[in-house]
Nanobody, 117 residues
């Protein structure tokens, strides 16, 4: 059973920063991609940033230059440093891991990020 536990969400003002963290436990191959999606009220879930175990990164255009994804492979953890936050970044942020060996995807429970303008 794979579990993802997120932490770090909260309420901040526009221009401030937050750091999200996510730790995965259970049976996951070393060949995986971890990252973050988000879902705002009334909108579809969208990709924020991902990072493969070999280092390749992918970002949504809306967060490039402001958000940085990183990971600790030894701890099966992924992080999202969010700077210069905007009201448009307000959403529930979900951690995910895609295991390329099994082609399974796992999701965290989500953490709320609210940015006041």
């Amino acid at each position: 059973q794979v579990q993802l536990v997120e932490a770090g969400g909260g309420l901040v003002q526009a221009g401030e920063s937050l750091r999200l963290s996510c730790a995965a436990s259970g049976s996951i191959s070393s060949s995986n991609t971890m990252g973050w999606y988000r879902q705002a009220p009334g909108k579809q879930r969208e990709l924020v940033a991902t990072m493969a175990n070999y280092g390749s990164q992918n970002y949504a255009d809306s967060v490039k230059g402001r958000f940085t994804v990183s990971r600790d492979n030894a701890r099966n953890s992924v992080y999202l440093q969010m700077n210069s936050l905007k009201a448009a970044d307000t959403a529930v942020y979900y951690c995910y891991v895609y295991d390329r060996a099994t082609t399974k995807t796992y999701w965290g429970q989500g953490t709320q990020v609210t940015v006041s303008s």
